[in-house]
Structure formats: structure tokens, C-alpha cells
């Protein structure tokens, strides 16, 4: 009897935990995450304060944080915040589904390249969080979580962005110097990025270069260059120009998406859908392309409260309204903040390209990618398609806090 219980249970285990179905599971989950990043991009530069500014955020890292607060979120605030997630899976499929596609893309050792995400809750200190909340968020979703008492609203900020610096080993100093609401909760996640490429840079192939800001505001950048075999696409009739360059082992993948000619980003912006995006990446040819970047950090936090609200997410933030008592046991926390910030170094590094390749043929007339203007870029997984990061380099230099 005993024995077939074991047996019995053995087999739920194995079922619960088919890889065939978790592996199309996550393939769903990544594909709703490009919806989450076109569409959440495209309402932050509606923002005329961000329309000209650096952007960079992780679609992957909000739809993690999107699906604790649904772990914790009933009726109609669970319904939006799952409605912005777009994807159709049971709640005890979702949770396990986002954490396989987690420790799929954030392995650092595996994907050799450095990632530090740091996710936490903080919650005012009148409420309680629940034992299986606080169990199920970190095992699924590794984040973490704290209490602090808003009545100190500078202690508040101050503890929030030592904890942000500390998670990205220093590489992120402030992420806020205001918050809006005191009396909810704050979702603060905090990255560092930086790219390993499959062919490094060399350190004597940079230079000082001008970086055209705008047609009339140039500032001095240090530039890195290199040729190499790279998937280049030239769109003509939308005078854009496509590279990707792949990461350490070809897991993932860097994008370039940039106008041919100096231009605000907007134009191209507008063109930026799931569709044109398959569209260039089925495009892409390998072949010779000198490559220039700006050698440069950027570090850039945005609240994407307000954002996710204009998508939906109305409920949650919404004192009157949210219910999280799946959090907390009643229904007395609503959302006052998202913080999303992220350190991001443009570097040289990567592994040793052997091959020569000026001996190749092909090498002899390579097509120029100069960004020497603003650009788009977005890291994609290799093996989901996930959009990992998308963003844009407006201005090289200088620090981007989103005014609150
Ligand atoms: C990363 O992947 C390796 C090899 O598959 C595994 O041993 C390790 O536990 C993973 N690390 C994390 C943090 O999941
Ligand atoms: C990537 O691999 C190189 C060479 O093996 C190693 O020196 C470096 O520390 C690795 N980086 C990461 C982030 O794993
Ligand atoms: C994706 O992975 C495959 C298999 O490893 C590789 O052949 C291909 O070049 C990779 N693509 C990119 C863009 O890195």
C-alpha cells in the first residue's frame, strides 16, 4: 500500500514536471514578454520627458515582478495584471513556468555573461505578509522582500537605493530622490548588465569620436571599433540599418537598430512592431561589418508605475480599489511605485577571436555601422526569443532619472 502511494506520487511528480510541456510553457511566456516590451516601450516615449532621453528596461524582469504581484492579487486586479502579462496559463502552471524561464536566461555562469538582478518588495510596516506569499515569491521569482516605515520618507529613499547599489555591486548609485506614495507598496528591481561578446573588441581600437546628441549637439565619446562576420540587414525603404552581434556562446544577442541618418528616434519608434521586428531578423545576412559603438556606462532608472497604469493596471494602483490580500491576508496594500533601474557598461570585453579574418575574402569591402547617433538596442535570447533588455543610447553620458 505503501509502496504504490510512493509509486503513485512519483508518477504526479514526474508529470507536474514535464519538461516537453514546461519548455513550450516558457516559449509562451517569452513570446507574451516581446508584446510587454513594444508595447510598454512605445508608452514610455509617448512621455515627453523620456522621448528624449536614454531608455532601458527589462520586459523579462517586469513580467517576473507582474507575476509576483499576480501571485498575490484577486478578482479584478488579478485580472488586469494577468491581462497585461497576456498569457493564458493556470496559476500553478504560470508560477513555475516564469521560474524555468528565469534560470534559463539569468545564469551567468552557463551564458558567461553578467547579469545581476536584484527584486524587491517592500511593504509598509502596518502590514503582514504572508508566510506562503513570501515562500512562493522567492522560490518562483527570487524576489525578496522588506519592511520599512514610511514616516521617514528620507530614510526610505536612502534605504531603497543602498540596497539597489549593494544588489549591482556598487554599479548603481541613486535609482530615486523622491517616491510618491508613502503608504503602499514598492516594487524596485535593480540590475547590472554587461554585455560578453562572442568576439571581443580590441583595447587599441578605440578613439575619441563625436556623438551627435542632435544634428546641432555633439558630445565626445570614447569609441570602440571592430570588423568582423556579423547578421547585417540595410532597410531601404525605412532608411534603418540592423546588426546583431552575438554574446559569449551565442546564447543571446545584441541588436542595433539605427537610422541611417542622424534623426530623433521617433520615426523609427513607430515602426518598431512584433511583426517589422521579424521582418528585419529574418532579413539579416551574415556578412563583413565595421562596427563602431560609444565605450561607454549608462545608468538608467525609470518609475514604471504610471506606465503600466496607462497599459491597464488600474486596480493595483488604486488605494481604494487593489486587492492583494493574497500578500498580506487583507485588502489593505495597493502599488504606489515601480522602480526599475538598471546599470548597463558598453565594454571591449568578450572571448578572443583566433580566426584571422582579414584573410577571408569577404572581409575585403565590409558595410559600416557608425553609432555615432542615437540607437536602439535589445538583448534576445537565443533560445526563447525573449526580449531580455530593449532600450535606446540618446545621450552617452549623463546619468537619467525619470522626474517623478
Ligand atoms: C546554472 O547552470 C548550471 C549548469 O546547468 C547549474 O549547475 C547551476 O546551478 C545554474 N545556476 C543557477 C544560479 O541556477
Ligand atoms: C566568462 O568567461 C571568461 C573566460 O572563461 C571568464 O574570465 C569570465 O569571468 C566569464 N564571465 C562571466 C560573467 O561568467
Ligand atoms: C543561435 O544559436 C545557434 C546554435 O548554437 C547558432 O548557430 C546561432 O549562430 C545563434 N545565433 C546568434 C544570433 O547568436
Known amino acids: 500500500m505503501e509502496m504504490k502511494l510512493v509509486i503513485l506520487s512519483l508518477l504526479l511528480a514526474v508529470v507536474t514536471a514535464d519538461p516537453m510541456m514546461l519548455k513550450e510553457h516558457s516559449s509562451m511566456l517569452a513570446d507574451s514578454t516581446i508584446n510587454l516590451a513594444l508595447n510598454l516601450y512605445k508608452t514610455m516615449v509617448k512621455d515627453q520627458k523620456l522621448s528624449s532621453e536614454n531608455l532601458l528596461f527589462s520586459p523579462v524582469v517586469v513580467a517576473s515582478s507582474l507575476g509576483v504581484m499576480s501571485l498575490g492579487a484577486k478578482d479584478k486586479t488579478a485580472k488586469q495584471v494577468k491581462s497585461l502579462l497576456n498569457i493564458n496559463l493556470r496559476d500553478d502552471v504560470l508560477h513555475p513556468t516564469f521560474s524555468e524561464l528565469f534560470n534559463e536566461i539569468s545564469n551567468e555562469t552557463t551564458r558567461n555573461t553578467t547579469w545581476k538582478i536584484g527584486s524587491r518588495l517592500y511593504g509598509p510596516s502596518s502590514v503582514k505578509f504572508r508566510d506562503d506569499f513570501v515562500q512562493k515569491s522567492k522560490t518562483h521569482y527570487r524576489h525578496d522582500h522588506s519592511k520599512i516605515s514610511f514616516r521617514d520618507k528620507r530614510n526610505t529613499?536612502?534605504?531603497?537605493?543602498?540596497?539597489?547599489?549593494?544588489?549591482?555591486?556598487?554599479?548603481?548609485?541613486?535609482?530615486?530622490?523622491?517616491?510618491?506614495?508613502?503608504?503602499?507598496?514598492?516594487?524596485?528591481?535593480?540590475?547590472?548588465?554587461?554585455?560578453?561578446?562572442?568576439?571581443?573588441?580590441?583595447?587599441?581600437?578605440?578613439?575619441?569620436?563625436?556623438?551627435?546628441?542632435?544634428?546641432?549637439?555633439?558630445?565626445?565619446?570614447?569609441?570602440?571599433?571592430?570588423?568582423?562576420?556579423?547578421?547585417?540587414?540595410?532597410?531601404?525603404?525605412?532608411?534603418?540599418?540592423?546588426?546583431?552581434?552575438?554574446?559569449?556562446?551565442?546564447?543571446?544577442?545584441?541588436?542595433?537598430?539605427?537610422?541611417?541618418?542622424?534623426?530623433?528616434?521617433?520615426?523609427?519608434?513607430?515602426?518598431?512592431?512584433?511583426?517589422?521586428?521579424?521582418?528585419?531578423?529574418?532579413?539579416?545576412?551574415?556578412?563583413?561589418?565595421?562596427?563602431?559603438?560609444?565605450?561607454?556606462?549608462?545608468?538608467?532608472?525609470?518609475?514604471?508605475?504610471?506606465?503600466?497604469?496607462?497599459?491597464?493596471?488600474?486596480?493595483?494602483?488604486?488605494?481604494?480599489?487593489?486587492?492583494?490580500?493574497?500578500?498580506?491576508?487583507?485588502?489593505?496594500?495597493?502599488?504606489?511605485?515601480?522602480?526599475?533601474?538598471?546599470?548597463?557598461?558598453?565594454?571591449?570585453?568578450?572571448?578572443?577571436?583566433?580566426?584571422?579574418?582579414h584573410a577571408h575574402e569577404e572581409m575585403r569591402s565590409p558595410k559600416l555601422f557608425y553609432a555615432d547617433h542615437p540607437y536602439i538596442f535589445l538583448v534576445r535570447d537565443n533560445k526563447t526569443n525573449a526580449i531580455l533588455l530593449i532600450g535606446k543610447l540618446v545621450k552617452p553620458k549623463g546619468n537619467n532619472h525619470d522626474e517623478l
Open 157 to 357: 529613499i536612502q534605504s531603497i537605493n543602498e540596497w539597489a547599489s549593494q544588489t549591482t555591486n556598487g554599479k548603481l548609485g541613486e535609482i530615486t530622490n523622491d517616491v510618491s506614495g508613502v503608504d503602499g507598496a514598492f516594487f524596485v528591481n535593480a540590475m547590472y548588465f554587461k554585455p560578453h561578446w562572442e568576439e571581443r573588441f580590441h583595447e587599441t581600437m578605440i578613439d575619441k569620436r563625436g556623438f551627435m546628441v542632435m544634428r546641432t549637439h555633439t558630445v565626445s565619446v570614447p569609441m570602440m571599433h571592430r570588423t568582423g562576420l556579423y547578421n547585417y540587414y540595410e532597410d531601404e525603404v525605412n532608411k534603418v540599418q540592423i546588426v546583431e552581434m552575438p554574446l559569449a556562446h551565442k546564447y543571446s544577442s545584441m541588436v542595433l537598430i539605427m537610422p541611417r541618418y542622424v534623426e530623433s528616434l521617433e520615426r523609427v519608434e513607430k515602426l518598431l512592431t512584433k511583426e517589422q521586428l521579424n521582418t528585419w531578423f529574418s532579413k539579416l545576412q551574415k556578412r563583413a561589418v565595421g562596427i563602431s559603438l560609444p565605450k561607454v556606462n549608462i545608468e538608467v532608472s525609470h518609475d514604471l508605475q504610471k506606465h503600466l497604469q496607462e497599459l491597464g493596471l488600474t486596480e493595483a494602483v488604486d488605494k481604494n480599489k487593489a486587492d492583494f490580500s493574497g500578500i498580506t491576508g487583507k485588502k489593505d496594500l495597493h502599488l504606489s511605485n515601480m522602480f526599475h533601474a538598471t546599470a548597463f557598461e558598453w565594454n571591449i570585453e568578450g572571448n578572443p577571436c583566433e580566426t584571422d579574418l
